[in-house]
């Protein structure tokens, strides 16, 4: 349960911890950047790195004190909120005085509010908005006109994995990165003809200060709450951030967002989206290759205290098409798979050759695999205590048997999906891939000269299909 709940802490990590010179620019390859939210993190990270680039850097941040190292490195530190129009507009103001012109805008700024979504005042709530998504239009609305006038510019939005996934109690936050995620589609459609890039970042795992915020909020909304049976273990999850050594271990550094925001900036056709950080692509490949309902029982573990548990019975296919039978009894519990079989099948690809064994196995594989719906690895052994090799010729006659034992190991790929569900009880179907290796005795010669390789690594499809119990 404790590994089930590290694995999950990864995933909610990911989600919650992105969140001077006065002379006008003359090199075609220096930038004047405009960066929002400096004071820290991402943000702090991409300024530092661009200065060391050679590029002029502004950047503004509601934390006026903590911005100032920006005058320190031969940036210009802005006292900025960005959901103040005139505090936006004068930081703007400021640097066409001082530059004319802006070449890049990155819109970083940003926080968490995890909370319930019945409970969180609307204050609470609008605030998120006026932040994450109101304040990316108000410097994106300053900036534009001096863009559109030259005709160039780009404009990088830091949005998240949490725009293209989401969790529960984060409804106000993944609200605002899905809406940056539209809003700057729509954005890169409407500036293409003014060669304006508009640029999307979703980072995955990223060692900031962002989570502290979203646990102020959670402590604010924890008590009396009717959503404490969520509440709670997420607040569990989340005391990994008192780790400094956890932390690093399951996050990145925000250099390397700044890095991804630098090749944005140098490249001549940017990508419409980058993402990068631990576990950004895998999550967000997870719900589109596996749907909604997987992702939701994935995330779904995190709240709930008990391991769900099953029992699939289940026979491989392709042992009625080679004139045996093929039964696997599977104990699931939680995202571990645990199973026996015992078979009595035709193995051989091969047209010359019928490859008859009996035997058990055993197996044992975790992986992506929630309410046992998705894709698995895992390692099995199989003993055949029967193996009978028969010498076929054109007409399917047998010309001789060779009897041996024979061993394998494999690892297996497979993704299990439940196709119908009534009440405890479902109907699965499992493709899968094993990648095995024999041994034994040698490889078998027969009389007419042929070699059946026994012995050695061999790949074996198959399709398995059965029913699931749940308890």
């Not at 007419?448 to 198959?462: A, M, R």
Request: glycine share 10%; proline share 3%; aromatic share 12%.
């Amino acid at each position: 349960m404790m590994r089930i709940k590290m694995e999950l802490a990864w995933i909610v990590l990911c989600i919650l911890m992105l969140g001077v010179n006065t002379i006008q620019a003359q090199d075609n390859d220096q930038k004047v950047v405009l960066i929002t939210g400096t004071a820290s993190g991402i943000g702090k990270a991409t300024a530092e790195y661009l200065i060391q680039k050679g590029h002029i850097v502004y950047g503004g941040d509601i934390q006026f004190e903590e911005n100032k190292y920006l005058d320190k490195i031969g940036g210009h530190s802005l006292d900025m909120d960005v959901t103040k129009v005139d505090m936006v507009q004068a930081g703007v103001d400021k640097i066409i005085e001082e530059q004319g012109r802006i070449d890049v805008l990155v819109n970083n700024a940003g926080f968490g509010l995890y909370a319930p979504v019945e409970e969180t005042t609307d204050e609470d709530a609008r605030y998120q908005f006026e932040v994450n998504f109101f304040g990316v239009a108000n410097v994106t609305k300053a900036v534009l006109p001096h863009m559109r006038k030259a005709k160039s510019g780009k404009i990088i939005n830091i949005s998240s994995m949490g725009g293209k996934i989401y969790m529960p109690l984060g409804a106000w936050y993944h609200a605002t990165k899905h809406a940056i995620e539209g809003w700057s589609d729509c954005l890169r459609l409407e500036l293409k003809a003014f060669n304006i890039d508009v640029v999307i970042i979703e980072p995955g795992a990223i060692n900031t200060n962002f989570g502290n915020v979203t646990a102020r909020y959670m402590e604010k909304y924890i008590e009396g709450s009717n959503y404490k049976h969520m509440l709670e273990p997420f607040q569990d999850m989340m005391s990994i951030l008192d780790d400094p050594e956890a932390v690093r271990r399951m996050s990145a550094d925000p250099i390397v967002i700044a890095k991804v925001i630098n090749e944005a900036i140098n490249a001549k056709n940017p990508k419409t989206r980058y993402v990068k950080g631990p576990m950004a692509r895998m999550a967000i490949s997870y719900r589109q290759l596996f749907g909604d309902r997987a992702f939701d029982d994935f995330i779904l573990q995190a709240f709930y205290p008990e391991t769900r548990q099953s029992l699939n019975i289940g026979t491989n296919t392709l042992a009625y098409l080679n004139d045996g039978y093929d039964i696997n009894l599977t104990y699931n519990i939680g995202l571990w798979r645990f199973g026996f079989s015992y078979t009595d099948m035709d193995f051989s690809t091969d047209d010359d050759f019928e490859d008859k064994r009996t035997g058990i196995g055993f197996y044992t594989g975790a992986g992506l695999l929630v309410d046992q719906t998705g894709i698995n690895f895992g390692l099995g052994f199989d003993y055949f205590s029967e193996n009978k090799v028969n010498d076929v010729n054109d007409d399917g006659i047998i010309q001789q048997s060779l009897e041996k034992d024979l061993y394998r190991v494999y690892f297996r790929t497979a993704w299990l999906r439940e196709i119908v569900k009534i009440s405890n009880i479902g109907l699965y179907v499992e493709p899968g891939l094993d990648v095995a290796y024999g041994f034994g005795d040698e490889d078998l010669t027969f009389d007419s000269g042929k070699v059946y390789e026994e012995v050695g690594f061999k790949f074996s499809p198959f399709v398995k299909f059965g029913t699931k119990i749940r308890f």
